[in-house]
């Protein structure tokens, strides 16, 4: 059937009308239609589509829910990383972040935007010109959830970006939240029909948007408030934060309304004990206020710090407080044998979330609280997240109760305990299941062997059933006993078996890392890596050389030196060797580490012949700095396969760009000559 232009022109016309109407509602709070009379509209277009449906486009306002159910969710990989905050929760805190701020920058004033830190789901979203093509959640920064069917439920986002001049690839970065009005309407209704109710907007939020069926997401009060940009190719954004902000709300997106532009940090603590006042009477639940230096090129030049920026901060909200009383105490054994004593509490709720549990840390902050079964105490989350018994209420203490002291044996596996100043340690290693069961979760970590499928119940299996006894027995454990697991069968088993094979191939540090050695974390295995370049001149160091490596003092030192002269850990390790875990080792010179030192290298995109980890770890043996982002300083960029933003920046910039070939002869001659 042939579509007249009349017909066609009315589509065009009702679909922008809408889009308007939603623009009103959600991103400028001025609804300019009754809901009757927007339903109508709906409606008007819903009849001219299913009467003409070759004319529905994907942005079409009707095609917000219309998606099958899926089955699991895909894996994103974003292409700029969603980086995490550091907190500051003192304003002392505060201001040594602006101090070091005015140090680097070489400045004593500093501009910042000071905005709510949202207590929701992060969420990118991605659009093509113009067009919503892809939405993830943050997941661990680099990888996330491709949860596009169910955000496209969401009316505060847009289908289709207003207006005109927006970049041709754009990511917006920010916040699902659930309304606090939606929220308690939510949960009215949850329990009308006999549900669990959520404990908070934020889970309500999280759980809403990883349903498989995006008719269920739909039916949910969501809302979005974007907060910030990811990578953006083919167009100009403004060179401030504030700037860019209002860029966003002008194609279509909600942004927090109580931003303030702050001069200095004077007015960013001013903006945050104004906060903290009408906390109570905001719409949407926060943890925090954010302060971010608003020129970007102070925060280019800022850079970051591990996984977070050096230019911004969030300033976390005191914690809630609430009374319960202590039914038990219980002991945890850790991965490293550290026994930690845990409160069990009357389910209470703090800040919004069911506390039953809560850290008491060791004997001696027992002793100092004089914390005891039976006790009324106040709870509440440090930071918003960790539960912790702040004191106990002692004119509400029953009669008879017992002080608190620490079993002198290991409650898991009945071996001595010992005392190291305020640490209490069991001495069973890995005979103790319970560090078994803490180490094999470690060593399967992401960023550790990252060995996808093996999390917490399949390693509480493999220990609790005796299957293996040490790290190592993971690689030779036959499929049929991996089959035989509880819900686990032949396909599970060959999922499990594909990634244990996958996980041979990693990096020094990543290894080092995943051994489990006492504070030493993923920045210290690293550094030992490139330090030390091979495993047997590791194993062979003593204290004296250790301590020169960077960051590593007489205790590090301590533990790593008796780590490697355990024989029980040097048979795991050559056992797991045995096992076919590999890593390109490099035989780090002192005089070699000069060689590329003061030159800054990019890595972007895929590198097939040794991945980037071993890239960046063979440039920094050489002294390079690898950076994660281009600027006028950068001295090469290294391109692999299907690389993005950071390649065109580097053109435009006219910086040095080497393909991989390019590259594996420049790191040939470079090693060579070292």
Request: with cysteine; proline share 4%.
């Amino acid at each position: 059937m042939k579509i007249s232009a009349t017909v066609l022109q009315q589509l065009e016309q009702l679909r922008a009308t809408i889009r308007q109407h939603n623009y009103a509602y959600y991103v400028l709070d001025d609804p300019q239609l009754p809901d009757n009379a927007y339903d109508a509209l709906m409606r008007e277009l819903e009849a001219i589509e299913a009467k003409y449906p070759e004319t529905i486009t994907p942005d079409s306002p009707t095609q917000r829910v219309g998606a099958q159910p899926l089955t699991a969710f895909e894996q994103v990989q974003h292409a700029l990383p969603m980086l995490s905050l550091n907190n500051a929760f003192t304003d002392q805190e505060v201001q040594e972040f602006h101090q070091r701020v005015c140090e680097r920058l070489g400045t004593e004033q500093v501009e910042y935007i000071a905005e709510p830190k949202l207590d929701g789901l992060a969420i990118s979203l991605r659009y093509e010109q113009g067009q919503l093509v892809t939405a993830a959640t943050r997941g661990d920064g680099s990888t996330g959830e491709d949860v596009t069917h169910n955000v496209r439920t969401i009316k505060a986002i847009p289908l289709r970006l207003q207006g005109e001049n927006y970049p041709e690839i754009l990511e917006v970065r920010g916040e699902v939240i659930m309304p606090k009005a939606g929220f308690d309407k939510f949960n009215q209704q949850q329990l009308a029909k006999g549900e669990k109710p959520f404990a908070n907007p934020r889970n309500a939020a999280a759980g809403s948007l990883r349903q498989l069926d995006p008719r269920a997401t739909a039916s949910r009060p969501l809302s979005f408030i974007a907060y910030g940009v990811g990578l953006v190719t083919g167009g100009t954004l403004a060179n401030k934060h504030y700037d860019i902000l209002q860029q966003l709300q002008h194609w279509g997106f909600p942004i927090a309304k109580d931003l303030q532009l702050s001069f200095g940090i004077g007015d960013c603590l001013n903006y945050y004990r104004a906060t903290l006042e009408r906390r109570a009477a905001l719409p949407f639940d926060i943890d925090g206020v954010v302060y971010k230096v608003n020129a970007l090129a102070q925060q280019e030049q800022l850079g970051f710090v591990s996984r977070a920026p050096r230019w911004a901060i969030a300033h976390k909200l005191p914690a809630e407080e609430a009374l319960t009383t202590i039914q038990a105490i219980e002991i945890q054994v850790g991965r490293t044998g550290a026994l930690t004593p845990v409160a069990r509490l009357q389910p209470v709720s703090v800040g919004g979330v069911i506390v039953s549990n809560a850290t008491l840390h060791n004997q001696d902050e027992i002793q100092r609280k004089d914390i005891r079964v039976g006790d009324t105490v106040v709870v509440r989350r440090a930071g918003d997240v960790i539960p912790e018994v702040l004191r106990v209420l002692l004119e509400k203490r029953p009669a008879n109760t017992e002080i608190f002291a620490l079993p002198p044996r290991c409650p898991v596996c009945d071996s001595e305990v010992e005392h190291e100043e305020t640490i209490a340690r069991c001495t069973g290693g890995l005979f103790c299941s319970a560090q078994r069961k803490q180490a094999l979760q470690h060593f399967a970590s992401r960023r550790a062997m990252d060995i996808e499928g093996l999390g917490e119940k399949l390693v509480e299996q493999l220990i609790d059933g005796n299957c293996i006894e040490n790290l190592a027995d993971i690689y030779t454990l036959p499929r049929e006993q991996w089959a035989g697991l509880e819900r686990m069968g032949d396909k599970s088993a060959d999922r499990i078996l594909r990634a244990l094979e996958k996980s041979k191939q990693t990096s020094f540090a990543r290894f080092l890392y995943a051994l489990g050695i006492r504070e030493v974390g993923e920045s210290t295995a690293r550094t030992l890596a490139q330090h030390f370049g091979s495993l047997e001149k590791l194993t062979a160091a003593d204290t004296a050389a250790l301590q020169l490596v960077p960051d590593v003092g007489e205790v590090v030192a301590q533990h790593i030196y008796r780590f490697f002269r355990q024989p029980h850990n040097r048979e795991v390790i050559a056992q797991l060797q045995a096992a076919g875990v590999q890593w390109a080792e490099n035989e780090v010179k002192t005089e070699q580490a000069q060689v590329l030192a003061g030159k800054t290298f990019v890595l972007t995109g895929t590198l097939n012949s040794m991945g980037r980890d071993a890239a960046k770890a063979r440039l920094e043996a050489l002294g390079a700095k690898v950076s994660g982002s281009v600027s006028k300083k950068t001295d090469y960029v290294v391109a692999g396969a299907e690389a993005g933003s950071k390649l065109e920046k580097a053109e435009s910039l006219g910086v040095k760009v080497l393909d991989e070939a390019a590259f594996l002869v420049f790191l040939s001659e470079v090693e060579h000559v070292s």
